[in-house]
T-cell receptor, first 113, second 112 residues
Framework: AQSVTQLGSHVSVSEGALVLLRCNYSSSVPPYLFWYVQYPNQGLQLLLKYTSAATLVKGINGFEAEFKKSETSFHLTKPSAHMSDAAEYFCAVSENSGYALNFGKGTSLLVTP | DVKVTQSSRYLVKRTGEKVFLECVQDMDHENMFWYRQDPGLGLRLIYFSYDVKMKEKGDIPEGYSVSREKKERFSLILESASTNQTSMYLC???????????FGPGTRLTVL
């Protein structure tokens, strides 16, 4: 089964600094990869998804992620953190069947002034 | 817009009670899912359904059952609630083949 591993359960950055959230996947076939965000007391929102069309994927709110097959990675980045980016971020991979999403354990992003 | 709604945002139950969590989607999606979310563990799949009356176990089905009598509704049942089932429960739906999942707001269940 496909799986993802998120490195770092908590990440803290200063406002204006680069955001880098790490995700590595395990898949025997080209995966479909996703990043979701969950703001406090809210549901999950799709940030972006990789479907093999392009290795650099742009999402909402200035986030982007790059698919690197050689490193089996799909790290999420944002050039300049904003206070409103503070949230829980989840990397996920779709099973081959396309039915279910398998999630990583999440990374909590803290943005300090 | 696709809407996935869950019957309660917060629920408090006693150990041993039978608990029903309801989820309804309004976009005629074939697939529906139940996840539980716990700090440090992410989201884990409990059960999913790819058609009416069809169900498949996910990664952590023990202690849970599901029911899907109508396409738009997917119920999660805790036959005898236990304290270790205190969690946030998220429902999701998807249209087959699209690889687009839509999530409900979640139900925070506390079992005392």
């Amino acid at each position: 089964a496909q799986s993802v591993t998120q490195l770092g359960s908590h990440v803290s950055v200063s406002e204006g600094a680069l955001v880098l959230l790490r995700c590595n996947y395990s898949s025997s076939v080209p995966p479909y990869l996703f990043w979701y965000v969950q703001y406090p007391n809210q549901g999950l929102q799709l940030l972006l998804k990789y479907t093999s069309a392009a290795t650099l994927v742009k999402g909402i709110n200035g986030f982007e992620a790059e698919f690197k097959k050689s490193e089996t990675s799909f790290h999420l980045t944002k050039p300049s953190a904003h206070m409103s980016d503070a949230a829980e971020y989840f990397c996920a991979v779709s099973e081959n069947s396309g039915y279910a999403l398998n999630f990583g354990k999440g990374t909590s992003l803290l943005v300090t002034p | 817009d696709v809407k996935v709604t869950q019957s309660s945002r917060y629920l408090v139950k006693r150990t041993g009670e039978k608990v029903f969590l309801e989820c309804v989607q309004d976009m005629d999606h074939e697939n529906m899912f139940w996840y539980r979310q716990d700090p440090g563990l992410g989201l884990r799949l409990i059960y999913f359904s790819y058609d009416v009356k069809m169900k498949e176990k996910g990664d952590i089905p023990e202690g849970y059952s599901v029911s899907r009598e109508k396409k738009e509704r997917f119920s999660l049942i805790l036959e005898s609630a236990s304290t270790n089932q205190t969690s946030m429960y998220l429902c999701a739906s998807s249209l087959g083949g699209t690889r687009l999942w839509f999530f409900g707001p979640g139900t925070r269940l506390t079992v005392l």
